[in-house]
């Protein structure tokens, strides 16, 4: 129950602040460090309902038609002390085949932009990378997806 309730309180607050934006090909949100309640985001199935619950609340509240369109990246902080941040991909809401090439994406991302990574959940399109690396690995990701 908690875990839920942090849930909807953190997506209410990245809805109402606006902080889903537009990187051409994917809609992107970045969760700062010391945000209230970060701790239930260690769990890789908690983020990504995250995700997902944000991805529908922000198709709900935007004027665009193109944002169903796009797929999410959702960056968290995991662990402070280490400086890592989870990025969860999950696909577009429109997609019917819900094919999620974000594994393949983050891999090549990470290559290309020498990003400190780690590889630590059984989904792939979750990836811990240094936080310190965060901007670095999304310019780099939108410039493999434009």
Do not use: C
Request: charged residues 20%.
């Amino acid at each position: 129950r908690d875990q839920s309730v942090a849930i909807f309180k953190m997506a209410q607050n990245i809805l109402d602040s606006k902080q889903i934006l537009s990187a051409g090909p994917f809609l992107y949100s970045i969760i700062q460090e010391g945000t209230p309640n970060i701790s239930f985001l260690s769990r890789h199935s908690t983020i990504k309902t995250l995700a997902y619950f944000l991805q529908q609340g922000h198709i709900s509240n935007s004027r665009s038609r193109k944002s169903s369109d796009l797929p999410l990246v959702l960056v968290a902080p995991v662990d402070e002390k280490a400086g890592l941040s989870v990025v969860v991909g999950i696909p577009p809401f429109n997609d019917k085949t819900r094919k999620n090439f974000f594994g393949k994406a983050f891999v090549n991302t990470v290559k290309s932009t020498q990003t400190r990574y780690l590889i630590d959940y059984w989904d792939s399109s979750l990836i811990q990378i240094k936080t310190e690396d965060r901007s670095k690995f999304l310019d780099g990701l939108v410039s493999l997806l434009s």
